[in-house]
């Protein structure tokens, strides 16, 4: 993780709801995130994202969740090695919450004080499909806690791929048996039932009717240069709106 020199002006103005704990978010830098299902294209996107923006002279800190620093990355093979038996669901609710806090507090927050734009694969949205829609713990149950733990911080922007439900899988599928060692693996969730990512899949869609500003779902059954044109389009504008990147001159406006 690198945190640069801060480049963007101050706009409380854009940011209504005070934050409690962190005050620091309502200064400056912008919070992105990638949602959806294991193998609908995040890390993918989420990479070429980074690419496309520091090419613009943006200082930009990537992140995933669960992990991101030492002690969420141990978290993380915690919760995702296939190894890992009988957690039960709140606990894993809770080392959920444990890995962000920490990510926040060592990663994000002095990311987002610098100015500069945070993609983070995955957040709290995944939390609340996969904990509070997979393991049925309930969405009021996730948010309560995400109050609790992440000090009201909400992305400005959240991208949720959502590509055809089998073909997620199967992609999740061949990448986790290339990337599994013997030390480990990241199936523990893959290998749960086909309901229960369906009702990942259902709640992923309540949370972007819900949060509808906030949310925007993108079509994820197409080349991967075709979504990035897109996403990359969105951002822009985005960060255009917020003054981090310049405006376009009025005549090439049509
Ligand atoms: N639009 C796409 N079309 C075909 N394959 C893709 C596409 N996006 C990603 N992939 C491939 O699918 C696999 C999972 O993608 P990845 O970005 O790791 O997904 P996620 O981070 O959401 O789990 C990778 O092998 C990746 O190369
Ligand atoms: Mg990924």
């Not at 979504?227 to 990147?245: C, F, K, M, P, T």
């Amino acid at each position: 993780m690198q945190v640069r020199e801060a480049r963007s002006p101050l706009r409380p103005d854009l940011y209504p709801k005070p934050c409690t704990l962190y005050p620091v978010f309502m200064a400056r830098g912008f919070f992105l995130t990638f949602e959806g299902l294991d193998g609908s294209g995040k890390s993918t996107q989420l990479r070429k994202l980074a690419v496309h923006l520091e090419a613009q002279g943006l200082a930009v800190t990537v992140t995933r969740q669960p992990g991101g620093t030492r002690i969420g990355d141990r978290i993380r093979s915690l919760l995702l090695d296939s190894k890992t038996e009988s957690l039960d669901a709140m606990t894993e609710l809770g080392l959920m919450f444990s890995a962000r806090a920490q990510c926040i507090a060592e990663v994000i927050a002095p990311a987002l004080h610098g100015g500069n734009v945070v993609l983070c694969d995955r957040f709290t949205d995944s939390t609340e499909a996969y904990q509070g829609g997979g393991r049925q713990l309930g969405s009021e149950t996730v948010l309560r806690m995400h109050q609790t733990m992440c000090g009201g911080l909400n992305p400005d922007l959240t991208l949720l791929l959502l590509a055809d439900f089998d073909q997620s899988l199967h992609r999740a599928r061949r990448r986790n048996d290339r990337s599994a060692t013997a030390e480990g693996d990241e199936g523990r969730f893959e290998r749960e039932d086909e309901l229960f990512h369906r009702r990942v899949y259902d709640k992923y869609r309540e949370i972007a009717a819900r949060e509808s500003a906030r949310v925007v779902l993108i079509e994820g059954d197409r080349p991967i240069e075709a979504i990035h044109r897109q996403i990359a389009a969105l951002v822009d504008e985005r960060l255009r709106s917020v003054g981090l990147l310049p405006r376009l001159p009025a005549a090439s406006v049509r």
